[in-house]
């Protein structure tokens, strides 16, 4: 064995063979390696347990678990998820903070102990919401019998899923900073945590089948009753949280036809100062084509959108009056004004939001005119499950009042407060809006006049009574004219009908006048509907004499005065209907326009003429 010889001036050192050297330098390399190999591996999985725990998506101060601190959105990869729900992350600007041990101590377990608490109660309101096994059958089975049989059988079905929804969302989705998040986790939380069974006094595998029962069930329930909403939303749970925080604004529904009523709308919208955002709503480019789609979206905050991607109607169509709720649902507003194309402000609608009764209901509607008479109080008890609400036995249709209730040319609803209703509403437009003679078959449009009756029928349908209805009284617009007991229309039509109704006004001293009770008449289309102070808020029937006249050369109405339609409990007013949707009525009293609202509707009509809606 060679040894080298050491100077004097170095100490001596122990030398080995070069082979056995060589082995040793291996087998140190290899240690190094291993050890900080296996120190890498260990901070990884310390890192990645304490970033993002895999049973939780998002974080929140409702979901906080004691072992997690932040949301590392890299990490966050199961295979087993509940893939029907959305997952939504939520990075805050604190997710790659650190936090001390101390911090942890002292903020982590009550937080942790209150989330868990709240957990176990909202799934165990899922779980005492599941129906029994044959109920279920009979509720996510197909809707039998038509006419007011079905119509009741969707409300006794809209109830249950309310309160499932109801259920269902108290344990998917968490609620803070003006933000509403879907949880994907819950399955997980109940398969790795067996102390929830525990908690329940059921046992852990028990607990994973009700939970999958109920989604079954819910999900079922979704389609049997709303299945329109099928080819767009994933689920309704989905539909319902994108609402949370969609703010306010204006809807409007047209087609070609009525895109000069829009474009004078809305452009007279903007210059009375309304801000609101605009979405108007069509069904493909063959109802609005796109150049009057440009024409529209050139006025500032509009927005034209096509529904007709975003609603299943197999089976049915989609059109006409009925799409005005799906417009209003699937516009991006939680709280929305629908406004009909051819109604008209005279002050600027966003006042509405603010009215004490949206205020304290979040759902605001107008009354139609006290006309034809008639007792539908046996029809409600057919189609209403019980209990009767306070509210419907206000309703004319109760009280035999009227047979008309509703104006729905304006309607004004916070749409997630009011979600389950305005689903009902859809569907009695949709799939079970029009009947079949032939087939025997009873459609909601055979039972109500269009849509309008529609909006509070579906919330008594569902149990939501809280809705209002607008306290401003109804009214006609247009020029007043002074009756005559003994007037009656001219056989010689080229006789001006002014000098006749001068004429008979003025003649005080003929026997046959009796002029102690002078009334006057208002014959036009114009709807008007009064604000709470008496002055007007908005009409419907456009600006024309008649809205359905071909005639070019009709000139718009010249309107100076409106008479105002007698109080529910007092005698109706006599209405007398004419051709066109012209209808008369007559008073003592006229109320005079004040300059102001005269020329907000002088300001209406330049707009109409500049937008080529009149000549």
């Given amino acids: 064995m060679y040894e080298p010889t050491l100077s004097p001036s170095h100490h001596r050192r122990v030398t080995y063979p070069r082979r056995k050297r060589i082995s040793l330098q291996i087998a140190l390399l290899l240690f190094i390696l291993g050890y900080l190999g296996r120190t890498a591996l260990y901070s990884l999985e310390n890192s990645r347990g304490q970033a993002c725990p895999r049973d939780s998506i998002t974080l929140s101060k409702e979901e906080t678990s004691s072992s997690s601190s932040s949301v ?163 689920d309704l749970v989905a539909l319902h949280a994108q609402l949370w925080s969609g703010g306010k604004g204006i809807v409007l529904t047209g087609g070609n036809h009525q895109a ?111 006309i034809e008479p008639a007792s539908k109080l046996a029809w409600l008890k057919r189609i209403l499950p019980p209990p009767i609400s306070a509210q419907i036995r206000r309703n004319r249709f109760w009280t035999g009042t009227s047979s008309h209730m509703q104006e729905s040319g304006v309607v004004v609803v916070d749409k997630w407060k009011h979600f389950v209703p305005l689903m009902v509403i859809t569907r009695l437009n949709g799939p ?84 102690s009770k002078k009334t006057f008449s208002i014959c036009a289309p114009q709807l008007l509907h009064l604000d709470v102070d008496g002055r007007p808020l908005w009409f419907n029937g456009w600006l024309l004499p008649s809205k359905f006249s071909d005639d070019p050369r009709l000139q718009p109405v010249n309107f100076t005065s409106f008479i105002v339609e007698s109080a529910d409990s007092e005698n109706p007013s006599p209405w007398e209907v004419k051709a066109d949707n012209v209808l008369c009525l007559s008073s003592e009293k006229v109320v005079e326009l004040t300059l102001a609202e005269k020329e907000a509707l002088d300001s209406t009509v330049r707009t109409a003429r500049k937008v080529g809606a009149i000549g």
């Avoid at 990490?75 to 992350?89: C, F, H, N, W």
């Avoid at 119509?151 to 079905?157: F, S, T």
């Avoid at 929804?165 to 994907?184: F, K, M, P, V």
């Avoid at 108007?280 to 034209?304: A, S």
Wanted: one cysteine or more; hydrophobic letters at 35%; proline letters at 5%.
């Fill in 72 to 234: 590392d959105s890299g990490s966050i990869k199961t295979g087993q998820e509940d893939s029907a729900l959305p997952r939504v992350l939520d990075v805050s600007s604190e997710t790659h903070q650190s936090t001390s041990h101390a911090e942890v101590k002292e903020t982590r377990p009550d937080d942790a102990d209150k989330d868990l608490d709240k957990f176990v109660e909202s799934l165990e309101n899922v779980l005492l919401t599941l129906p029994d096994p044959p109920e279920i059958i009979d509720t996510i089975g197909p809707i039998e019998g038509t006419g007011e049989i079905m119509v009741r059988e969707i409300g006794l079905r809209a109830r249950l899923f309310k309160s499932a929804l109801d259920a269902w969302e108290a344990l998917q989705t968490i609620a803070s900073d003006n933000r509403l998040r879907l949880r994907g986790d819950v399955l997980q939380q109940l398969m790795q945590n067996p102390e929830i069974a525990t908690r329940l006094e059921m046992d852990h595998t028990a607990l994973i089948h009700k939970y999958e029962e109920f989604h079954s069930y819910f999900v079922a329930l979704s389609e049997r009753l709303f299945a329109w909403t099928l080819p767009y939303f994933p």
């Fill in 260 to 370: 000069s009523y829009l474009l004078t709308s809305i452009q007279s919208l903007r210059d009375m100062g309304c801000e609101l955002p605009i979405e108007v709503m069509y069904l493909g480019d063959e109802d609005l084509g796109r150049m009057n789609r440009r024409k529209l979206e050139k006025i500032k905050g509009v927005i034209t959108r096509d529904l007709s991607p975003l609603v299943n109607d197999r089976g049915w169509k989609l059109k006409g009056w009925a799409l005005k709720p799906f417009a209003i649902m699937l516009s991006s507003f939680r709280e929305a004004i629908f406004i009909d194309a051819d109604s008209l402000f005279l002050r600027d609608p966003s006042i509405l939001f603010s009215h004490p009764d949206y205020q304290r209901t979040g759902a605001l509607f107008f009354k139609d005119r006290i």
């Fill in 432 to 515: 079970d809006r029009d009947g079949n003679e032939f087939e025997g078959r009873v459609g909601v449009y055979d039972m109500v006049f269009g849509d309008k009756e529609t909006f509070w029928l579906g919330f008594e349908l569902v149990g939501d009574t809280n809705y209002a209805f607008h306290d401003g009284k109804v009214a006609i617009l247009g020029v007043a004219k002074p009756d005559s007991p003994t007037y009656s229309p001219a056989p010689d039509f080229d006789t001006p009908r002014d000098d006749n109704s001068s004429s008979t006004s003025s003649s005080t001293s003929t026997s046959i006048v009796d002029t």
